[in-house]
């Protein structure tokens, strides 16, 4: 059974500063997903991450994917108050559907 | 696009009463997944159905759920009796499954309160 863990599970951290979100996953994959979700609302898609070695940069969110080490990133920089949320990644064991893993809330403060 | 909808947006509703959501795809998709959301175990995938044929229902927590897909455009997920411990976000997701991308994409989700 495929296994999709986050960590860290919470996250809070000052602005401006970096960070990196590590997703790890138990079996093999190249299709992996990252999405963002604000409090009490949907999922919203943030990278699609295809193969190995794929990086994807949007604003101040890099996501990257190692699929022999069965790892990816979500590295933040420079944060700022408006990425507060949770993020989740979620794999494709290519079976056509997503596994989603724990979450991780980021809260970012002044 | 509209984007997937769903139905009701809340519902509350007595213990033993069957409750239907109803989901809405993007047009054009052809899988569709129904999850649900709690504190406790995150989301769980319960169900997806891909050309509208259930693929895999392995993530249905017991016989008093069931879900369907008639058509392309439409699909219920109904819980009958309700209990107190299925109180949860219930969230219908769509994806076309193209070059082997299979991003989905979410509707708003149906909020269930059973007391």
């Known amino acids: 059974e495929l296994k999709v863990e986050q960590n860290p599970l919470f996250l809070s951290m000052q602005e401006g500063k970096n960070y990196t979100i590590y997703c790890n996953y138990s079996?093999?994959?190249?299709?992996l997903y990252w999405y963002r979700q604000d409090p009490g609302k949907s999922l919203e898609s943030l990278f699609v991450?295809?193969?190995?070695?794929a990086v994807k940069q949007e604003g101040r969110l890099m996501a990257s994917l190692d699929t022999k080490a069965r790892l990816s990133t979500l590295h933040i920089t420079a944060a700022v108050h408006d990425l507060s949320a949770t993020y989740f990644c979620?794999?494709?064991?290519?079976?056509?559907?997503?596994?989603f893993g724990t979450g991780t809330r980021l809260q970012v403060f002044p | 696009d509209a984007g997937v909808i769903q139905s009701p947006r809340h519902e509350v509703t007595e213990m033993g009463q069957e409750v239907t959501l109803r989901c809405k795809p993007i047009?054009?998709?052809?899988?569709l997944f129904w999850y649900r959301q709690t504190m406790m175990r995150g989301l769980e995938l319960l169900i997806y159905?891909?050309?509208?044929?259930?693929?895999?229902d392995s993530g249905m927590p017991e016989d008093r759920f069931s879900a369907k897909m008639p058509n392309a455009s439409f699909s219920t997920l109904k819980i009958q009796p309700s209990e107190p411990r299925d109180s949860a976000v219930y969230f219908c997701?769509?994806?076309?499954?193209?070059?082997?991308?299979?991003?989905?994409?979410f509707g708003q989700g149906t909020r269930l309160t059973v007391v």
């Open positions: 997701a769509s994806s076309l499954s193209s070059l082997g991308n299979t991003e989905a994409f």
């Open positions: 079996t093999t994959s190249d299709r």
């Open positions: 991450l295809l193969s190995n070695g």
């Open positions: 979620a794999v494709d064991p290519n079976t056509d559907k997503l596994i």
């Open positions: 047009s054009g998709h052809n899988s």
């Open positions: 159905f891909n050309n509208n044929v259930p693929i895999d």
